[in-house]
């Protein structure tokens, strides 16, 4: 049975950071290809960034790019996102994904964490 949990939300002001992670158990995560989204209030479940398996290949969605980073430590098989330059439309439920195919990708992810919410204030 695969766990994903995620932690490190919270509250933070403009321009702050926040690094999420997310603990896995069941499997390693270097044979998942790893991923964030997030869900805004009022609005549709949207794609973050991914890792591949092994962490090989990393996507973005345009809005995070060079503020967001994800990496993934196998030793601890957790799956960071590191968040930097926060913006208030950054605000939302951010969940963790895992899919079975090793192959980096947006959507068709097989397990869910519960989410943290993560909360910038203008």
């Known amino acids: 049975q695969v766990q994903l949990v995620e932690s490190g939300g919270g509250l933070v002001q403009t321009g702050g950071y926040l690094r999420l992670s997310c603990a896995v158990s069941g499997r390693s995560i270097s044979t998942y290809t790893m991923a964030w989204f997030r869900q805004a209030p009022q609005k549709e479940r949207e794609f973050v960034a991914s890792?591949?398996?092994?962490?090989?290949?990393?996507d973005y969605t345009d809005s995070v790019k060079g503020r967001f980073a994800i990496s993934g430590d196998i030793a601890k098989n957790t799956v960071y996102l590191q968040m930097n330059s926060l913006k208030p439309e950054d605000t939302a439920i951010y969940y963790c994904a895992a899919s079975t195919t090793c192959l980096v990708q947006r959507k068709n992810y097989d397990y869910w964490g519960q989410g943290t919410q993560v909360t910038v204030s203008s």
């Open positions: 890792i591949g398996c092994y962490g090989s290949i990393t």
